[in-house]
């Protein structure tokens, strides 16, 4: 069965770092999705992209995020300068359509120290 | 904006027991609901989904009821298992944009106990 794949399980980083945190979505799906869970708390969406630009931001979303799909088949979510609040899972998610079931990755689990 | 909240944080049932857990929504323009199950260190895995266009859908062992004159849904889980502890939450969507966001609750943890 496909799934949505995300490397690396684990990231740890200092304060200040960049990190990319990548993803490589269903093959036949269209929409991308990242979103963040804070320990303890709701999923909260970040940023869906499709046709190669950003449909939708939350305001947690801002200027030190950014998302590319550099190839066919990764997509990425870049910060630019942790913050120690960054600290969270960051999931990846697709879909076919952008208004149906989304499928989400196992994860990557981010600590900036 | 939309924001979305379970009803109890908290559920243990016993083993074979049916389970029912609660959600609601705020803004009755939501079209698209999810219920989710997450396990510990696990992304969301999809359950069941259902339209506003419908009060009731089934699969298996699940059924999803949607009361749209409250915005409120629930998910009930026939017979549980142990297999079926985990968090479940329920996500909205609304009909805004190409690539919509899903609107989270908090999730419930629900403890199947022997």
């Known amino acids: 069965e496909p799934e949505v794949t995300q490397t690396p399980s684990h990231q740890v980083t200092q304060m200040g770092q960049e990190v990319i945190l990548r993803c490589v979505p269903i093959s036949n799906h269209l929409y991308f999705y990242w979103y963040r869970q804070i320990l303890g708390q709701k999923v909260e969406f970040l940023v869906s992209f499709y046709n190669n630009e950003i449909s939708e931001k939350s305001e947690i979303f801002d200027d030190q995020f950014s998302v590319e799909r550099p190839d066919g088949s990764n997509f990425t979510l870049k910060i630019r300068s942790t913050k120690l609040e960054d600290s969270a899972m960051y999931f990846c998610a697709s879909s076919v359509h952008g208004y149906n079931e989304q499928f989400f990755g196992p994860g990557t689990r981010l600590t900036v120290l | 904006g939309e924001s979305v909240g379970l009803h109890l944080p908290t559920l243990s049932v016993q083993e074979g027991d049916n389970s029912i857990i609660n959600c609601a929504y705020s803004?009755?323009?939501?079209?698209?609901f999810i219920w989710y199950k997450q396990e510990s260190g696990k992304g969301p895995q999809f359950i069941i989904d259902?339209?506003?266009?419908?009060d009731k859908r089934q699969g298996q062992r699940v059924t999803v009821l949607l009361n749209k004159t409250v915005k409120h849904l629930s998910l009930q889980i026939a017979a549980t298992q142990p297999g079926d502890s985990a968090v479940y939450f329920c996500a909205a969507l609304l009909p805004s944009g190409s690539a919509r966001q899903l609107t989270f609750g908090s999730g419930t943890q629900l403890t199947v106990l022997p």
């Open positions: 803004n009755s323009a939501s079209d698209y």
């Open positions: 259902i339209r506003s266009n419908m």
